[in-house]
């Protein structure tokens, strides 16, 4: 199959399980978000504060919203704690949430291998953002990202201080063409509301603020989803 048939047939299948919300694991070990501002074209990003070998993430990189998903998680649950942790935040979750909306979601998009030797599957997800630049964001937690504001897909994968994963996962959306179809889908009404989707992913009223900060406390005490070394997978193959 060519790639151009493959993008195809991601494209017609990417919303369809977001509709639905159905309960379907991983088959990636968690999400990459691409937060497009539709009017400008500009990716929202975030300054790494921690390290995580296993994903080769280290602190001062550059990165746009992700998440590690958690053992047995549901793969549109990691998305939608992505959405709060890294991307709005719980102060001011219900007013920014209005203003995002979900175009695009590819379970089995990239694969990475971190300089540590550990391979990462990484889901990627492409939300359109119709608010002003100057988006109300807070990111729940703030010992994993800084907010870093919008930057153009092309300099961000020129920064010295990039996120390798990051930037593959925004060279890969611009070579397969994914942003223009993504603000089709926005135009045309098809991508989901992100106060809709938070409710529905996790089970609970977006205006519930307590009831959802019971939740990000109550995953963080959960394990993060095992990561393979290379070395492993190769033993396995042979």
């Given at each position: 199959?060519?790639?151009?048939e493959?993008?195809?047939?991601?494209?017609?299948?990417?919303?369809e399980?977001?509709?639905?919300?159905?309960?379907?694991?991983?088959?990636?070990?968690?999400?990459l978000?691409?937060?497009?501002?539709?009017?400008?074209?500009?990716?929202?990003?975030?300054?790494?504060?921690?390290?995580?070998?296993?994903?080769?993430?280290?602190?001062?990189?550059?990165?746009?919203?992700?998440?590690?998903?958690?053992?047995?998680?549901?793969?549109?649950?990691?998305?939608?704690?992505?959405?709060?942790?890294?991307?709005?935040?719980?102060?001011?979750?219900?007013?920014?949430?209005?203003?995002l909306?979900?175009?695009?979601?590819?379970d089995s998009?990239?694969?990475?291998?971190?300089?540590?030797?550990?391979?990462?599957?990484?889901?990627?997800?492409?939300?359109?953002?119709?608010?002003?630049?100057?988006i109300?964001?807070?990111?729940?937690?703030?010992?994993?990202?800084?907010?870093?504001?919008?930057?153009?897909?092309?300099?961000l994968?020129?920064?010295?201080?990039?996120?390798?994963?990051t930037?593959?996962a925004?060279?890969?959306?611009?070579?397969?063409?994914?942003?223009?179809?993504?603000?089709?889908?926005?135009?045309?009404?098809?991508?989901?509301?992100m106060?809709?989707?938070?409710?529905k992913?996790l089970?609970?009223?977006?205006?519930?603020?307590?009831?959802?900060?019971?939740?990000?406390?109550?995953?963080?005490?959960?394990?993060?989803?095992?990561?393979?070394h290379?070395?492993?997978?190769?033993?396995?193959?042979?």
């Amino acid at each position: 199959m060519s790639t151009q048939e493959t993008t195809k047939n991601h494209w017609a299948s990417s919303l369809e399980g977001i509709e639905s919300l159905e309960p379907i694991q991983h088959a990636s070990h968690g999400i990459l978000l691409v937060v497009m501002h539709k009017d400008s074209g500009l990716i929202l990003t975030n300054v790494e504060n921690s390290k995580k070998p296993e994903t080769g993430k280290i602190p001062g990189q550059t990165s746009i919203p992700s998440e590690t998903a958690k053992n047995g998680e549901n793969r549109f649950t990691t998305a939608a704690y992505a959405l709060i942790e890294e991307v709005v935040g719980l102060t001011s979750l219900q007013e920014t949430a209005q203003q995002l909306h979900f175009a695009y979601f590819d379970d089995s998009f990239l694969t990475y291998e971190s300089p540590n030797g550990h391979e990462v599957k990484g889901a990627v997800g492409v939300i359109i953002y119709n608010g002003p630049l100057a988006i109300k964001r807070f990111p729940s937690d703030i010992t994993e990202v800084t907010p870093n504001g919008w930057i153009k897909p092309q300099a961000l994968t020129e920064r010295p201080d990039v996120r390798p994963i990051t930037k593959q996962a925004i060279q890969s959306v611009v070579l397969r063409g994914i942003i223009p179809k993504a603000i089709q889908t926005y135009n045309t009404g098809k991508a989901i509301p992100m106060s809709h989707f938070i409710s529905k992913a996790l089970g609970v009223d977006i205006a519930s603020t307590e009831s959802i900060r019971l939740l990000c406390s109550r995953r963080k005490q959960e394990a993060d989803i095992a990561i393979p070394h290379t070395s492993l997978l190769y033993r396995r193959r042979i």
